[in-house]
């Protein structure tokens, strides 16, 4: 897990797939000077336990829009140096293969992002979520639903994903399979409308492109 920092305060959430490749939303792109912070639940700042990398160059598709509605919202982030990887720093697996998302499957979705009672958190959190069959979905989002993304939480659910944890993973059997995209007008509340993460499956080839030795399930 990665905290994608502007100027030392945390963006948005990310997570490393390869000692030096942190993959994120693509709105969380906040131009120069953007850091990620690994190796630690705590990104306080002062933190020594906290790995904090600059980034060295930043890669979306071409078929991103501005707004996460637009789909294709994903972005590689290469880091300045290879990072060692130990027990507090690892990288997690994405799908090797394109293929459909089931419902019902439960997974987990973390970040340092807005709850009921702060704005943000400094100490990770994390919640259990459900997929949803993409049907329903579309239904509650009234047939805007991007291409290449997946639903999970926010609907019929007392969790969700909140602003800040934008870029972070959807992880499924020990493996991402979605990155925190957008939610209903910034409501955190819940029932909602479903939380949508875009597809990592559905960009693999685009990956393959910038990241070597890529570690796939």
Not at 30 to 58: C, F
Not at 169 to 180: K, N, R, T, W, Y
Not at 194 to 207: A, D, E, G, R
Request: glycine letters at 10%; charged letters at 20%.
């Amino acid at each position: 897990m990665a905290s994608v920092q502007k100027d030392g305060k945390h963006k948005c959430g990310g997570f490393l797939i390869s000692p030096d490749f942190v993959l994120t939303a693509a709105h969380c792109d906040n131009g120069k000077n953007m850091n990620v912070v690994l190796g630690s639940h705590d990104i306080q700042k002062g933190n020594r336990n906290a790995l904090r990398i600059p980034v060295m160059k930043i890669i979306k598709p071409k078929a991103y829009k501005k707004t996460p509605g637009g789909g294709s919202d994903i972005m590689l982030l290469k880091l300045s140096k290879k990072i060692k990887l130990s027990k507090n720093v690892k990288t997690i697996t994405i799908p090797e293969k394109d293929g459909p998302i089931g419902s019902d499957i439960k997974c987990t979705v973390a970040g340092w992002g807005k709850t009921e009672k702060q704005p943000h958190v400094t100490d990770l959190r994390f919640v259990h979520v459900s997929t949803i069959n993409r049907g329903i979905c579309q239904k509650q989002w009234k047939g805007s639903l991007p291409d290449n993304t997946i639903c999970a939480g926010g609907y019929e659910a007392k969790y969700g994903a909140c602003q800040g944890d934008s870029g972070g993973p959807l992880v499924c059997s020990e493996q991402a399979v979605g990155i925190v995209s957008f939610n209903y007008e910034g409501n955190c509340s819940y029932p909602n409308r479903p939380n949508v993460y875009t597809q990592i499956s559905k960009f693999v080839p685009w990956i393959k492109k910038y990241v070597k030795n890529l570690p796939l399930s």
